[in-house]
């Protein structure tokens, strides 16, 4: 776990997270239920993408199955509220 | 090889940087989901990618095998949720912005 060969992967997860804070402000003020599920959504992909980043710093295999479980269930999610929204049992 | 994984991580944090001020800017949920899948798709591809090369250069090929695995699961999972999402959103009722130009989708939907 050495800090010296891994700063691009660093950077690169500063940057995610930091990406992921504007996705706060829409989920937040988000004027329908639409835009929440999007925002909750791509925050999941920068999730993943932080995980992986991870994986690779700490050198761990098990952040991987971690990624793909949040990946996983973020699509079903998405999928789940979707459905609902268009058979109209939620707002 | 350095510079490679340097210029694939940099690559796709331009273009989820262009999703998140599309995110922000567009004017409704149909642009902001235009905006959002396909840059969210290509940039994560594209940094997972990098973390795959990253993976293969430290001499963990199977490790590298998994981080594509998962980026096979994002790009077919990603385009299948906007598009749930999208279809959700229409029949549910969410108003189109008002300068949009063609609603091909109605216009079939009335026929």
Same mark, same amino acid.
């Given at each position: 776990?050495?800090?010296?060969?891994?700063d691009l992967e660093y950077v690169l997860t500063f940057l995610l997270a930091l990406l992921a804070m504007?996705?706060?402000?829409?989920?937040?003020?988000?004027?329908?239920?639409?835009?929440?599920?999007?925002?909750?959504?791509? /925050?999941?992909?920068?999730?993943?993408?932080?995980?992986?980043?991870?994986?690779? /710093?700490?050198? =761990?295999? /098990?952040?991987?199955?971690?990624?793909?479980?949040?990946?996983?269930?973020?699509?079903?999610?998405?999928?789940?509220?979707? =459905?609902?929204?268009?058979?109209?049992? /939620?707002? | 090889?350095?510079?490679?994984?340097?210029?694939?991580? $940099?690559?796709?944090?331009?273009?989820?940087?262009?999703?998140?001020?599309?995110?922000?800017?567009?004017?409704?949920?149909?642009?902001?989901?235009?905006?959002?899948?396909?840059?969210?798709?290509?940039?994560?591809?594209?940094?997972?990618?990098?973390?795959?090369?990253?993976?293969?250069?430290?001499?963990? @090929?199977?490790? $590298?095998?998994?981080?594509?695995?998962? $980026?096979?699961?994002?790009?077919?999972?990603?385009?299948?949720?906007?598009? @749930?999402?999208?279809? @959700?959103?229409?029949?549910?009722?969410?108003?189109?912005?008002?300068?949009?130009?063609?609603?091909?989708?109605?216009?079939?939907?009335?026929?």
């Amino acid at each position: 776990m050495g800090a010296t060969h891994h700063d691009l992967e660093y950077v690169l997860t500063f940057l995610l997270a930091l990406l992921a804070m504007p996705m706060l402000y829409r989920l937040w003020r988000g004027p329908s239920t639409g835009d929440r599920v999007l925002a909750l959504e791509t /925050i999941g992909v920068f999730g993943v993408l932080v995980l992986l980043a991870l994986s690779v /710093i700490a050198e =761990r295999t /098990i952040y991987l199955d971690l990624a793909v479980l949040l990946a996983l269930f973020s699509f079903l999610g998405t999928l789940v509220i979707a =459905r609902y929204l268009e058979r109209g049992l /939620i707002q | 090889m350095d510079i490679l994984i340097l210029l694939l991580y $940099a690559a796709g944090l331009f273009f989820n940087l262009a999703a998140v001020v599309g995110m922000i800017r567009m004017p409704d949920l149909y642009c902001r989901l235009h905006s959002s899948s396909k840059n969210t798709t290509l940039g994560s591809l594209l940094i997972v990618f990098g973390l795959a090369l990253r993976e293969f250069q430290a001499g963990e @090929a199977p490790s $590298a095998l998994k981080v594509l695995l998962i $980026a096979a699961f994002l790009l077919v999972v990603t385009p299948i949720g906007s598009h @749930a999402l999208a279809r @959700a959103a229409y029949r549910y009722g969410i108003p189109l912005w008002e300068g949009t130009v063609v609603d091909q989708y109605g216009e079939m939907q009335e026929q």
